[in-house]
């Protein structure tokens, strides 16, 4: 008989193909299992037809074939033992090890089915990717595409026959799966099946490599004082834990530029160290000192990161930026954050050791401050070395207190700065410098007898400042009978502090009457109080009684809740230091009112007997959206009330607290739904409810579109330096105009501005560069920042173009000036991405003041108000 028919059987063979027996049918496997080289191959079909004079095999209905992981798929596969090849056809399919998955009319394989010859293949690899040909080669680890296509994107599940976001098409396409790449000969690069590009020889990483060595897709960018730049970077994958990236660039107007970043990672950490620098070709192209560096040759940065795992509980670190100049990041580095905000500007170097336990807290860390801003005095800058915090908490058992209980909290803070020039701050009027017109100067460098009506703050030492603080803290909640809620409290709080001004030092920046900055002066804000060492032990009890009061109602559940708070201290000075470095910023609102000291900082804490009240009701719909309010007040009871006791920079004047009693603060908050928030928060006045700060935050998401609102607006503050009411509205959004194509837009208004228009007689306004003093003429909505984007995102593909507008120090003069550019970026997943950076240019705008940054104005991203 020449062949022998089996039907609905599995014909197990050897690696040989040699028939060793038969076993029942089994249902397709899921997935493929690798399997140990010279395992035998297991073959299932509905039928199987083995010819015995011509030693084929053939396998027809639903055939499967497993063999060394490999698992081949097809209607209809013919064995044949002379050639040792199989044919495969008839919704052929093969999967790899590695899950991917190739489709074909026709297979035509060795019988290890690594090697051979593919008809109308389809491969769907690892990464979702997918590679097409009409006719393709296995050799080993190589696939040789004929004709052939590459892509990242799916096909379109409403239409199949609608063109790929990408693809490359290329005469031939050959994947080496040994070298894990892919390499394209005579390649076309289509966008929605259009043509758009054409390279002879291209490559690009195997989808499954994450880091390979090469060069990656070249960077272009153009900026006025930069030229035309062309960025090519090389990436060098040294070992499975280091690699390092190079990448030189060329400006047609300064020349070469070289930037290095290596990056290392261990089994408890990470440390990256990152060099740039240049020889600049054009010193001309950026402005003269000190509105610019136009007067260096070399110029560059190095930055430094690690972070380490010591243990599961301690960690150590450090964050390290080196610059050549203040102005470096901004005339080379168009995109860095700490540009955006024209009026806060520096650069921060950090080295911390940080420990977390389950109800305790520790920190210690140095920092090295670098100003960018052309108006900042770098050796006014502190540097801290170190501060450290330490936090505990721990609960009191009442069985073994005698039923005292609660909790005890321990807190302590040690810090130690040092500058070498004071920082002195002009006010009532702010005034610049007499040369330059840059800096911050007092006209008179001593505290007046009132402080309302001071011209000069003392904001930072010249000298050195040391300061511990040791506190301690009991607390115990008990609910009475009818539902109250009561807290009782008590703590101990003890500091040192040790401080050596320097009585030497001039630092050659002239006032009008041509004086230097001088160190000795700081005496004057002392009190002439020039100990060395001070020292306070301030111990402090209180109780807080809060009754919420819950309700019913057809719309949700309704909780009121009164809530009073009395803190008691001695009558002593609140102003345990000399000078203030760390409690600069207060601001009294609702999150501060029942603050048991509302300073900010460690240098200064609440004395007296002090008052507050409020109290707050919610409303909470079955939705889970809800409605807050709430409203307080603050009352110095007994003793000198410490926010109306003046330190050296005036903190506590027009801060609200400082009439016995305070300005009335309130938050109103409101979210109907999870798609819409408004947070209204406020500080009144406590007599004629003027309002003297106001916060509004606001936010709407409605598929396609989501919005966002912060408007700001604050009274002046002449005590401590704000002149004028500082006022500001910033607004952005999205909008996704389809599934796949979106707007972006964002804008953030300075409305204080135009409240300088027409002081010709203030020095602020004096253009030092035409020797003409301007008026300004800022409107109300005065742009500070604009931005607008349009861009397409899918699966394998992400394409914007984002025009920014930011007020900034023109590069080549230094004056204030809005600086345009326009960034286009494209991501084609798997091939990398695409940057055009192209600066339009900067205008000259003559809307306000240099340095009203410092203190004048402010937006609504700003956080310093005092």
Known sequence: MQYRRLRYLSLLMSSAAAIVGATTALAAPASVAPQEPGARMVVEAKEMVYDEKKNIVTAEGQVQIVYKGRLLEADRVVYDRNTSRVYAEGHAQLTERDGTVARADRFDLTDDFKNGFIESLQVDAANDTHFSAPRAERADDMTTFDMGSYTACEACKDDPSKPRTWQLKAKRIIHDSTEKTIYYEDA?????????????????????????????????????????????????AISPDSDLQITPTWFSRQGPYLTGEFRKRFENGVMTFRAEGTHVGDPGAFAVAPYGAGDRRWRGALQTTGDFSIND???????????????????????????????????????????????????????????????????QQPVVHPVADYNRVFDIDPAKTAGVGGQVELDANVTSTSASVAM???????????????????????????????QCLLRGVGGDY??????????????????????????????????????????????AAWEPIPNINQGLFFDGQDQRFRGQALPGMGAEWRYPILAATPLGGVVVEPIVQV??????????????MDAQSLVFDDSTLFEWSKYSGYDRFETGTRLNYGGQATMSFSNGGFVNAMVGQSSQLAGANPYSTADAANVGLNSGLNSRVSDIVGRFAFAPTARISFIAKGRFDNTTLTAKRIDLVSTIKFDPLTLQFQYANYASQPAIGFDVRRQGLSASGR??????????????????????????????????VTGANTTGTAPVFSVAALGAGVGYQDECATFAVNYTQLYQ????????????????????????????????????????VRNIGAGATTTTTSTSAR
């Open 424 to 454: 002195y701050e002009s006010i009532n009027p702010r005034t610049l410098d007499s040369v330059y017109g840059l800096y911050n100067v007092c006209q008179l460098y001593q505290r007046s007898t009132i402080p309302a009506n001071s």
């Open 567 to 580: 803190v008691a201290r001695p009558n002593q000075t609140s102003i345990p230091s000399l000078v203030n």
């Open 809 to 848: 120090p023109q590069a080549s003069t230094g004056l204030p000036a809005r600086n345009q550019t326009v960034m286009v970026s494209l991501n084609f997943r798997t091939l990398g991405e695409a940057r055009f950076n192209y600066g339009l240019g900067s205008t000259l705008v003559n809307d306000g």
């Open 466 to 511: 040391q300061h511990a603080t040791v506190s301690g803290a009991w607390k115990r909640k008990v609910i009475d009978p009818v539902g109250g809620v009561w807290t009782a409290f008590a703590f101990a709080r003890f500091v040192g502090s040790y401080l050596d001004y320097d009585r030497t030092g001039l630092y050659p920046i002239y006032n």
């Open 735 to 768: 909008y996704d105009l389809t599934k796949n194509y979106f707007a972006t837009g964002t804008v953030t208004f300075d409305m204080s501005r135009y409240l300088y228009n027409g002081l010709t007689a203030n020095p602020i306004l004096f253009n030092t």
């Open 188 to 236: 076309t690069f289509e966008l929605l099946g259009v043509p758009v590009a054409y390279v002879p020889f291209w490559s690009s990483a195997d989808p499954t490599v994450k880091r390979k060595t090469g060069f990656l897709t070249p960077v272009l960018s153009y900026r006025q004082a930069l030229g035309a730049g062309v960025g090519l970077p090389f990436f060098w």
């Open 313 to 379: 509980r301690w960690r150590a670190g450090w964050d390290i930026t080196a610059l050549s100049d203040r102005f470096y990041l901004q005339d080379y580095k168009q995109y860095n954050y700490l540009l955006q905000n024209y009026y806060f500007r520096e650069s921060s170097s950090t080295i911390f050791l940080t420990g977390q336990g389950p109800r305790s807290f520790f920190d210690l860390r140095s920092y090295y401050f670098q100003v960018l801003s052309p108006s900042d005095v770098q050796a």
